[in-house]
């Protein structure tokens, strides 16, 4: 449910992905346009083999600019692979990137995520058990409009967490999911836990524990 939540068809934005470290200092990870379509909810098709398209064209840092990547998720995830392609301005090719997925870290954040923690979660569930534990009342981020369309980077982004007086929480109904690392399988999560929204079916936060059952990040 989460994965094929309403996003509408299609929006293309241009992003800033920021790094603070402990001291307050503020480091560019990326930046550049970013493309996403959702053809599961094309009102103007009868059927769709995917659920999910991204393509990021970056404009920065110096160093990284030109590159692009380009990802499609089929709708039928449990039994079909992700496909994905970068492109290298110094090698002037377009590549297959099947490490594009999973707990591959995410070189969009400089390693600050794994793929699969765009959006909470994204991607291939074939990793983890799911178990869904039941509904809870809990505060969460929720409507953060001013957070995401007016605040200016400076104003937002703090030494230890985003400005409270530019982020809005509300107290919602939420499922809680938890997704345990299957026996067998690779992952540097061994157990994460997702709060979904009743309304929307939106993965509003997560908590990721390591391989010694400790916190390790939250979304």
């Known amino acids: 449910n989460h994965l094929v939540r309403y996003n509408?068809?299609?929006?293309?934005?241009k992003y800033r992905n920021l790094n603070v470290d402990a001291s307050g200092r503020t480091t560019l990870a990326t930046e550049g346009m970013n493309v996403q379509e959702f053809p599961f909810w094309d009102a103007s098709k009868t059927s769709a083999e995917t659920y999910w398209r991204i393509k990021n064209t970056y404009t920065g840092p110096a160093r990284?600019?030109?590159e692009a990547l380009l990802i499609v998720d089929p709708l039928d995830i449990g039994?079909?692979?992700?496909?994905a392609w970068t492109y290298l301005p110094g090698q002037r090719r377009v590549k297959v990137?099947?490490?594009?997925?999973h707990d591959t870290p995410n070189p969009g954040t400089a390693g600050g995520n794994t793929f699969d923690d765009?959006?909470?979660?994204?991607?291939s569930m074939e990793?983890?058990?799911?178990?869904?534990?039941?509904?809870?009342?809990?505060?969460?981020?929720?409507?953060?409009?001013?957070a995401v369309y007016q605040a200016k980077?400076?104003?937002l982004v703090k030494p230890n967490h985003l400005n409270p007086d530019l982020v809005r929480w509300e107290l919602h109904r939420v499922w809680v999911v938890e997704a345990t690392l299957r026996e067998g399988k690779r992952h540097v999560y061994s157990k994460r836990t997702f709060?979904?929204?009743?309304?929307?079916?939106?993965?509003l936060a997560s908590d990721q524990y390591d391989a010694r059952g400790q916190l390790y990040r939250a979304g």
């Open 97 to 101: 990137a099947p490490d594009l997925s």
């Open 127 to 146: 990793r983890f058990d799911f178990k869904l534990v039941g509904k809870k009342e809990m505060i969460v981020p929720y409507n953060a409009y001013t």
């Open 153 to 155: 980077q400076d104003a």
């Open 195 to 203: 709060y979904l929204d009743e309304d929307s079916w939106a993965a």
């Open 79 to 83: 039994t079909k692979d992700r496909r």
């Open 64 to 66: 990284r600019a030109g």
């Open 118 to 123: 765009i959006f909470i979660f994204i991607g």
């Open 8 to 13: 509408g068809q299609a929006y293309e934005v």
